[in-house]
C-alpha cells in the first residue's frame, strides 16, 4: 500500500503545543470577558484547524501529561526540576482546551505514571505497525526517536506553533548527522536543559555525534571510556553515570496499555451545539466559523473531511498591467463605489516600486519605475474611489514622496483590530492573516539566509488584506466603526504629512547642552566617588548596591530578584529617610546622563535636511493617544531648565517666520467636570478661576486668595491623583505627607465633590459589567480583567478604567481637532506646516504673514473640537524656537 493509500493518523502532545501557544501569543491579547485567559487555548485551536485543513488526518488523538509525576521522577527527582512554576494564566487554560477538544470529539488520553511523550510513542508504534502513515506533533525533542519510515514528527519552529518543521529520516539525518533512532543517545550525552538532565561537562552536540557513529550506544561508549583520550575522556570516566541515567530518562515507552487503539481513534462528528457553546464562552467567533467551515455539511457520521468538502480559499492569480489594461481594470473594480479596493506598496527603503492592487476576485500588479506611476493609476489613486489597506500611514507618506496625495481611505485594517482590542499591541499583515483567518500567509524566515518559502508579492498581500478588512469589518459595532471613520482614519493623513515635513533643529544648541551635560555628569561622578573613597560603576545596580547598602549600610530597598531595589523611586525615598552626600550625586548624576541621552538621541535623529521626522503611531496606547517614536519627541522634560534648554534647539525652518504652539488648558480636568457633571467644578470652569485654587478655598475652609501654594499643590496631585485612582498611600507617597493627612484630604474633597466621588464609583461598576469603558466619542477600551479572581489584575484593571474615558476622550478631541486644523489650513491654502503633536500641545511652523489666520484657525478647531459642558480653553504662544513660544 502506497502513502497515499494508507490512513493518516494525527497525535498531538497536548502540553507541550499549548506551553508553545502560551508563549507566542501575549496574553492580555486574549482573554474574555470574565477575565479568563485564552491565547494558549486560541494558539493551539488555531493550529489544529491548519493541521485538519492541510494534512486530512482520519484518525487523530491529543495526549496530555496529568502531572509532573511519572516513573521517571521516582528515578530522578529532580528531572524537569527546573521548570518553573506553571504560569497561572497557563494552567486554568488546559481545562477549558481540553473540554473544547471533547466537544469537537477528539479523544483526549492521559496516564498516570507516564507523559504524553510516551503515550505518543505507543500509538507511533502501534499505528505504523497496523498500516498508518503517523504523524507526531510535538514539540519536545525526545520525539525525534520515533521517526522512521511511517512516522513523521511535526516540531515547532521558533515562531510559536503557526509553522511546522517536518521530520523525517532524511531530515533528522541532514540535521543532526545520525539516524533518528540515534538521537537519545547524543541527547544522554549532551544533556538537556529543558528536562534538568546535564550531559558530560565540555561534551557538545558534534563530540557525542562522533562518539555515537563510532561507538553506537552510550552503553557501549562507556564501556570503551578508557580509549576516549583527553579532557573529554576523562569527563566520561568520571561522569558516565549520569549519561547511563540519561539514556534510562530519554527513552519513550511504546507498550503503553491504552484505552483507544489506533484505530479506535477515527474521526467522528463533532458535537456542533456543544462547540457552539464552548466557543461563545471562549469569545472566539472568528475560530467557530473556521471549525464549521470543517464539519461535514451534510451531517454524515464519518466526520472525515474530504478535499471537496473544504471551503479552500486560493489567491488569484496576479496580473501585471499597464496602459489601457490598467485603465479597464480599475474602472471595472471601482465600478460598485461602496466596494473599495485593496492596496498594498511595495517600498524600498521607504521608496514605492509597485503597486499591488485587489478585489475578492482579482488581483493586479504595477510597476512604478523611477518614481514615475501610471497617469491612470494615479489619477485613481487621488480620487474619492473608497480604498483601504494595512498600515495606511507610510504607504500615504510614500505616495505623496512621489507626488500623490491619496483621496477615499475608507479602511485601516491594523487600526480597525487596535481599535477592538487596544491592549494589544499592532502586529503584521501576516500575524493577522493567521490569527484572523485562520490562514498562513507565505513569508520568508528571517533566520535564514537561503529561504525556503517564496514570499507573497504584494498584489497578494492586498488579497489578504481585503479579506482581513471583510472579516474584521464585519464584527465592528457601530461606535467603534465611527471612531474610526470620524477620527482615526481622516487623522492618519495629519499625521504623514507631519512626519515627512519634521522640525527642524538647531544643532550647535543641541551640541553645546551635551558638553555642558557631559562635563556636569563627570564632574557629579567624580564628587561620588571622592565621598565613598574609590571609583564605582554609577550604572551598574550590582556595584550600587555594595556601595549603598554594604559599604555604607544604608537601610535596605525593597527586595528585588537581584539584591535590593537601586531604580528612581526607591533611592528617591532612600535619600528622603536617610540622607547622604553620595546619594545625591549619584541621583544628579542620574538626572545629567538621562538628559544627556535624549540628546544624543536627537543628534542622531537629524537628517540631511537638518529637521527631525519623528514617527507617530495611532496603536502604540491603549487609551487612544498617539505616540511617538524614533525618536520619542514626548519624553523631553517641560518644566525643568535643562528640558527648556532642549526644546529651545527646535526652531522654525528656512522660509518660515516663526513658531505657534497650542496647548489645552486642563483638558482632563475639564473632561471630569464634564462626565461628573459635578456643580463645584463646572462652577470653577465657568467662571474662568484657577481650578486649583478654587477647589483649595472649598477643601481648606479658606478664600481663594489665601491658598496658601503648598495648599495649591497638595489640591492638585489630589485631583489629577483621583483621576488615576490614586489611592491614600499613593498621595502620601507622592506629596511626602502621613498617609493619615491624605486620607483626611480625599474625604474632604469628596465631602465638598461629591458627584466626582459618585462618577469614579460608578464608572468602574459599570464597566464591570460592560466589560469595557467609553469616551465621549463612542471609543472603547476592554477591562475583562475587572472580573478577575487576580486581585492585583483586578485592582490595576479598576485603576485604569477610572481614567480611560477621560484620558481616551482627551485623546478624540486632539485628533478631532488636529483634523479640523489640517482641513482648514488646506482650504485657506497655507502654506504653514503642523509640526508635532505632544500631549495636549500642537506646534505649528508658520510662513510670513499666515499669523493671524492661522492662529484664528487653531484656537477656534481646538476650543471647539467637543461640546462639553465647561469651556476648552486654547493657550497659544509664538517664539522663533518651542521653548520661546511656550505659554
Do not use: C
Not at 507541550?16 to 470577558?33: C, H
Not at 477515527?266 to 464549521?292: C, G, H, I, S, Y
Not at 537601610?555 to 529617610?577: F, M, V, W
Amino acid at each position: 500500500m502506497s502513502d497515499s493509500e494508507k490512513p493518516t493518523l494525527l497525535i498531538i502532545d497536548g502540553h507541550s503545543l499549548a506551553f508553545r501557544a502560551f508563549y507566542a501569543l501575549p496574553v492580555d491579547s486574549f482573554t474574555t470577558r470574565d477575565g479568563q485567559h485564552t491565547n494558549a487555548i486560541h494558539g493551539f485551536l488555531s493550529m489544529l484547524l491548519l493541521l485538519l485543513q492541510n494534512e486530512r488526518p482520519t484518525h487523530l488523538a491529543v495526549a496530555f501529561d496529568i502531572s509532573r509525576h511519572s516513573f521517571r521522577t521516582d528515578e530522578y527527582a529532580e528531572y524537569k526540576g527546573t521548570r518553573g512554576a506553571t504560569p497561572p494564566e497557563f494552567s486554568g487554560q488546559i481545562p477549558l482546551l481540553q473540554e473544547a477538544l471533547r466537544a469537537m470529539n477528539i479523544p483526549i488520553l492521559e496516564k498516570e505514571n507516564f507523559e504524553a511523550d510516551d503515550i505518543l510513542a505507543t500509538l507511533a508504534a502501534e499505528g505504523a505497525q497496523q498500516g498508518f502513515r503517523v504523524l507526531v506533533v510535538s514539540g519536545d525533542r525526545d520525539t525525534i526517536q520515533l521517526v522512521d519510515d511511517d512516522v513523521t514528527l511535526l516540531y515547532p519552529n521558533v515562531r510559536g506553533v503557526s509553522e511546522l518543521k517536518r521530520y523525517d529520516r532524511e531530515a533528522v539525518l541532514e540535521r543532526y548527522g545520525i539516524p533518528p533512532e540515534k538521537y537519545p543517545e547524543v541527547a544522554a550525552l549532551v544533556g538537556e536543559t529543558s528536562d534538568n538532565l546535564p550531559g558530560i561537562d565540555k561534551v557538545g552536540e558534534k563530540t557525542a555525534v562522533k562518539w555515537v557513529l563510532q561507538y553506537g550506544t552510550v552503553q557501549n561508549l562507556v564501556e570503551h571510556a578508557d580509549e576516549i583520550k583527553g579532557v573529554v575522556g576523562q569527563n566520561l570516566r568520571d561522569q558516565h553515570e549520569k549519561a547511563l541515567r540519561n539514556r534510562r530518562l530519554n527513552q519513550l515507552v511504546r507498550d503503553l496499555e491504552l484505552p483507544y487503539a489506533p484505530a479506535d481513534l477515527d474521526r467522528k462528528p463533532m458535537n456542533e451545539q456543544a462547540v457552539r457553546d464552548v466557543f461563545a464562552r471562549l469569545e472566539f467567533r472568528t475560530l467557530l466559523e473556521r471549525v464549521f467551515k470543517l464539519i461535514d455539511g451534510d451531517g454524515s457520521d464519518t466526520g472525515v473531511v474530504t478535499g471537496a468538502e473544504i471551503d479552500e480559499v486560493r489567491a488569484p492569480e496576479v496580473r501585471e498591467l499597464a496602459g489601457d489594461e490598467l485603465s479597464g481594470w480599475l474602472a471595472a473594480a471601482s465600478a460598485d463605489g461602496s466596494r473599495p479596493v485593496s492596496v498594498q506598496l511595495d517600498l524600498s527603503a521607504g521608496v514605492v516600486s509597485g503597486v499591488g492592487l485587489s478585489t475578492a476576485e482579482t488581483s493586479a500588479l504595477i510597476a512604478v519605475n523611477g518614481g514615475t506611476v501610471d497617469v491612470a493609476l494615479e489619477r485613481w489613486l487621488a480620487s474619492d474611489s473608497p480604498k483601504q489597506f494595512y498600515d495606511a500611514k507610510n504607504q500615504l507618506k510614500a505616495l505623496a514622496a512621489v507626488g500623490i496625495e491619496l483621496g477615499g481611505l475608507a479602511f485601516d485594517a491594523r487600526i480597525a483590530i487596535w481599535l477592538v482590542n487596544p491592549n494589544r499591541s499592532a502586529t503584521s499583515l501576516a500575524d493577522q492573516v493567521y490569527e484572523v483567518l485562520g490562514e498562513k500567509m507565505p513569508q520568508s524566515d528571517p533566520t535564514q539566509l537561503v529561504p525556503e518559502v517564496e514570499p507573497v508579492g504584494v498584489a497578494t498581500e492586498a488579497w489578504y488584506v481585503h479579506r482581513v478588512v471583510d472579516a474584521v469589518s464585519a464584527g465592528l459595532e457601530e461606535g467603534t466603526r465611527g471612531v474610526l471613520v470620524d477620527i482615526e482614519l481622516p487623522v492618519t493623513g495629519v499625521l504623514s504629512r507631519m512626519e515627512a515635513s519634521g522640525v527642524a533643529i538647531d544643532a550647535d544648541i543641541l551640541r553645546s547642552q551635551r558638553e555642558e551635560l557631559t562635563v556636569r555628569a563627570d564632574g557629579l561622578a567624580q564628587a561620588a566617588y571622592t565621598e565613598i573613597g574609590h571609583e564605582v560603576n554609577l550604572g551598574s545596580p550590582k556595584q550600587l548596591q555594595q556601595v549603598l547598602f554594604d559599604e555604607l549600610g544604608m537601610p535596605k530597598t525593597r527586595s528585588t530578584k537581584t539584591g535590593y531595589s537601586t531604580d528612581a523611586g526607591s533611592l528617591a525615598d532612600l535619600q528622603e529617610k536617610n540622607p547622604h552626600p553620595f546619594l545625591d550625586l549619584l541621583l544628579q548624576h542620574r538626572d545629567a546622563t538621562k538628559l544627556k541621552q535624549i540628546i544624543e538621541t536627537l543628534e542622531k535623529s537629524v537628517r540631511s535636511d537638518g529637521r527631525i521626522h519623528t514617527t507617530y503611531d495611532q496603536t502604540g496606547t491603549s487609551t487612544g493617544r498617539i505616540s511617538s517614536n524614533d525618536p520619542n519627541l514626548q519624553n523631553i522634560p517641560v518644566r525643568t531648565e535643562v528640558g527648556k534648554q532642549i526644546r529651545s534647539a527646535f526652531v522654525s525652518g528656512d522660509g518660515f517666520e516663526t513658531l505657534l504652539t497650542a496647548d489645552y488648558s486642563q483638558i482632563e480636568m475639564r473632561i471630569m467636570a464634564h462626565l461628573s457633571e459635578d456643580a463645584g467644578l463646572i462652577e470653577a470652569f465657568n467662571a474662568g478661576e484657577d481650578l486649583h485654587r478654587f477647589v483649595g478655598a472649598r477643601i481648606f475652609g479658606v478664600e481663594p486668595q489665601d491658598v496658601t501654594p503648598v495648599m495649591r499643590t497638595k489640591v492638585k496631585a489630589m485631583s489629577y491623583g483621583l483621576a488615576y485612582g490614586l489611592s491614600a498611600f499613593g498621595l502620601s507617597k507622592q506629596l511626602r505627607i502621613e498617609t493619615a493627612e491624605a486620607r483626611q484630604l480625599m474625604t474632604d474633597y469628596f465631602a465638598r465633590f461629591g458627584a466626582v466621588r459618585d462618577y469614579l464609583r460608578d464608572v468602574v461598576e459599570k464597566a464591570r459589567v460592560d466589560g469595557y469603558t467609553e469616551t465621549l466619542f463612542g471609543r472603547r477600551r476592554p477591562f475583562p480583567e475587572l472580573s478577575s479572581t487576580n486581585r492585583v489584575l483586578r485592582d490595576n484593571a479598576e485603576r485604569a478604567a477610572l481614567n480611560a474615558p477621560i484620558q481616551g476622550s482627551a485623546a478624540d478631541i486632539m485628533k478631532i481637532a488636529m483634523i479640523g486644523i489640517d482641513s482648514d489650513m488646506r482650504e485657506h491654502g497655507l502654506t504653514s506646516r503642523m509640526l508635532l503633536q505632544v500631549h495636549d500641545e500642537l506646534i505649528f511652523e508658520v510662513s510670513e504673514g499666515e499669523w493671524d489666520t492661522l492662529a484664528t484657525i487653531v484656537s477656534g478647531r481646538m476650543s471647539t473640537a467637543a461640546d462639553l459642558r465647561v469651556p476648552l480653553t486654547v493657550q497659544v504662544g509664538r517664539g522663533k524656537n518651542w521653548d520661546a513660544a511656550a505659554h
